[in-house]
């Protein structure tokens, strides 16, 4: 019912930055909050940011003042923007969607995953 694509990881050096983005298609009647979470090798994973559709944010304490979630509900997108990347910020990354889909109720939906590699 609700597909999300990611795009934007890759190889950064320490200091760097990248963008994500993610992309919700299907059949919905809006999408409610969007998350980014991520999760590193033998760790659990862990929400990173969050953003509901009255624009409020949040954020874990560790990407405070370097990361920032937005959202444009025109194109259904998520986005988080990173800066001064650290190595232990490398982790595989997701984007999770919460889509009001009618009669059907609230779904929660979860991206594929794009790979941040955080290293010189």
């Known amino acids: 019912q609700v597909q999300l694509v990611e795009s934007g990881g890759g190889l950064v050096q320490p200091g760097g930055s990248l963008r994500l983005s993610c992309a919700a298609s299907?059949?919905?009647?809006?999408?409610?909050?969007m998350y980014w979470y991520r999760q590193a090798p033998g760790k659990e994973r862990e929400m990173v940011a969050g953003?509901?559709?009255?624009?409020?944010?949040n954020y874990v304490d560790s990407v405070k003042g370097r990361f920032t979630i937005s959202r444009d509900n025109a194109l259904n997108t998520v986005y988080l923007q990173m800066n001064s990347l650290k190595p232990e910020d490398t982790a595989v990354y997701y984007c999770?969607?919460?889509?009001?889909?009618?009669?059907?109720?609230?779904?929660?939906?979860w991206g594929q995953g794009t790979q941040v590699t955080v290293s010189s």
């Open positions: 953003i509901d559709n009255g624009e409020g944010r």
């Open positions: 299907g059949t919905f009647a809006r999408i409610n909050a």
């Open positions: 999770n969607v919460e889509a009001y889909l009618g009669w059907r109720g609230t779904r929660t939906y």
